[in-house]
């Protein structure tokens, strides 16, 4: 979030009030000055229910690698919408971290269920669910 907000505020620093109509941003501008103020492309501001956890590594994981890939289409869509070469060359280094990263969970994965597997644990939170 640091490098998309440190983007939004060089794209934005010195923009005029003219310049704020013109692109859309006056109502942006009313409530936050040009403040960085993380929302959705929508305006929906960022809130922590947008990140499921569970306690269940399975599922933590799971929901960690569909982050990743939401982050990337996010990526791929304004790279499809920027035409300026210095914030291309972060989206692109920002998108290819998410793909590192949702190989890395990935395997994450693999080997949480390797090791319930070798305890007879299938798929199942062994903080709390005991065989019986």
Known sequence: MEMIGTIVHQL???LTQEQLREGGFAPYFIDHTAAVYPTAASGSPWNAAGIGVKGDVIADLTEDMAAEQKARVTYDNILRMSDDP???DVIRFLREREIVH???FGEAIYRAKERMDQK?????????????
């Open 102 to 104: 949702f190989q890395r």
């Open 86 to 88: 210095d914030v291309n």
């Open 12 to 14: 934005t620093r010195n």
């Open 120 to 132: 007879n644990i299938y798929l199942t939170n062994p903080a709390f669910d005991q065989k019986r």
